[in-house]
């Protein structure tokens, strides 16, 4: 168990609204990912952090902004969601011996209709 | 080209096989290498690691072919409880990026 809770878990949302997906993380590791799986694709990353206040850019960021305000949160933000946007989204951080080892969260599945 | 690339299958196999997996990696400077397993709707879990001398987990080994590029799983006396999606990740150390296979499914079949 790496300590890291996705919230919410299951959304459903109107093409449109903004969507802000919550990773918590309780043993200060440094690194967090924001994910998305669909089918045929595997994992993609959006985003992700080397820190508080330091985030870059996935290979999916388009339509996604993050933010990191303390080590413990990292936040997803759909700003319109779009049905193109229904997905998985994983959380992850980097962890075990070196922080080279990835652990995800449970995952958080989001419906835009 | 993709930095991790895996045959999708799907494997079908009798229980109690011997099923093994492939995984190519495109970048030479790939420093970290890993197995994950991810059940239906559920997340990717770190199955072993892998190591260029090899190593064993029970009915599970893990090679790191460094020359060819490439890194397997072994997977002997299936059992249905290994039906699942296989996942390899590579870590490429410098900034902490990770890659993945887009994954393998096996169906063990009674």
């Known amino acids: 168990d790496a300590g890291i809770t996705q919230s919410p878990r299951h959304k459903v949302t109107e093409t449109g609204t903004p969507v802000t997906l919550r990773c918590h993380q309780t043993?200060?590791?440094?690194?967090m990912y924001w994910y998305r799986q669909d089918p045929g694709h595997g994992l993609r990353l959006i985003h992700y952090?080397?820190?508080?206040?330091?985030?870059d850019k996935g290979e999916v960021s388009d339509g996604y902004s993050v933010s990191r305000s303390k080590t413990e949160d990292f936040l997803l933000t759909l700003e319109s969601a779009t049905s193109s946007q229904t997905s998985v989204y994983f959380c992850?951080?980097?962890?075990?011996?070196?922080?080279?080892?990835?652990?995800f969260g449970e995952g958080s599945w989001l419906t835009v209709v | 080209r993709k930095e991790v690339e895996q045959d999708p299958g799907p494997f079908n196999v009798p229980e109690g096989a011997t099923v093994a997996f492939n995984c190519t990696y495109s970048?030479?400077?790939?420093?970290?290498f890993f197995w994950y397993r991810q059940d239906c709707r559920k997340e990717p879990k770190l199955l072993m690691s892998?190591?260029?001398s090899g190593n064993e987990d029970g009915r599970f080994t893990a090679q790191l072919n460094r020359a060819s590029q490439y890194i397997s799983l072994l997977i002997r006396d299936s059992k249905l409880s290994d039906s699942a999606t296989y996942l390899c990740?590579?870590?490429?150390?410098?900034?902490?990026?990770?890659?993945f296979g887009t994954g393998t499914s096996l169906t063990v079949i009674p």
């Open positions: 992850a951080i980097a962890g075990g011996i070196g922080g080279n080892t990835i652990y």
């Open positions: 892998v190591y260029s």
């Open positions: 970048n030479s400077a790939s420093q970290s």
């Open positions: 043993e200060n590791h440094r690194y």
């Open positions: 952090s080397y820190g508080v206040k330091d985030t």
């Open positions: 990740v590579v870590n490429r150390n410098t900034g902490n990026q990770f890659y």
